[in-house]
């Protein structure tokens, strides 16, 4: 038997906005020549880099530092929040931050933007909702985290990226009718029962002996 690969560290940033009496998230679709989910519908995100541990940013508010760090120590939780939004700047431009005067210290590399403004990736903007692990039984695997900011966190205006080709706001109840990976769909859910105030727990997904598993970050 094929022996699983191990799931890298990922983390993904979903984007909210109030749209009548619903709400619209930031979706973007990958781009068709990607190995990893081609042509798909997906939330901003990506890998975490080594980088991403060290960088300035401000800091997780502890009832997210708390669940996040269920499975992931403190230097990782926050690299994890950093990969977040500098995903998310990288695909569509916009940025997370906040005025600091560490951010002279972004001058080089993906988050020279943040220095050119002042700012450093804005952790407390973010919301921990969610956690996935990709199947055993996958050839590409990541332990993502999912993230939830309100559009008014953000600077700019979203654009396609070399990663996402289109980028759009989709109304909630549309997502769920776009080409999505699996796991997109059911973060789709926790996500509007979340913005409907009907749960706020943090489901952690995962695959053990065949069957699909899910317990939660924020109970003991």
Aim: charged content about 25%; overall charge positive.
């Amino acid at each position: 038997m094929r022996r699983a690969v191990r799931p890298r560290d990922a983390a993904t940033l979903i984007l909210h906005r109030p749209a009548g009496s619903g709400w619209e998230l930031l979706m973007g679709r990958r781009h068709e020549g990607h190995r990893f989910m081609p042509n798909q519908w997906v939330f901003p995100g990506g890998r975490l880099d080594r980088a991403d541990l060290y960088t300035p940013a401000t800091a997780l508010r502890p009832d997210v530092a708390a669940p996040l760090g269920r499975a992931a120590p403190p230097r990782r939780a926050h690299g994890l929040g950093v990969a977040a939004i500098r995903e998310t700047f990288e695909e569509t431009g916009l940025m997370i931050g906040a005025p600091d005067a560490r951010a002279g210290r972004l001058d080089r590399g993906p988050l020279a933007a943040f220095a050119a403004a002042g700012l450093v990736p804005d952790l407390a903007a973010l919301d921990y909702v969610a956690r996935a692990i990709t199947p055993p039984y996958r050839p590409m695997r990541f332990h993502a985290r999912f993230f939830l900011a309100p559009a008014s966190a953000a600077r700019g205006e979203a654009r396609p990226s070399p990663e996402l080709t289109e980028v759009a706001w989709v109304p909630l109840p549309e997502a769920a009718q776009l080409d999505l990976p699996r796991i997109t769909g059911v973060v789709l859910d926790v996500i509007g029962r979340r913005l409907a105030g009907l749960d706020r727990r943090i489901p952690a997904f995962a695959h053990r002996r065949g069957q699909h598993t899910v317990c939660h970050d924020d109970e003991g």
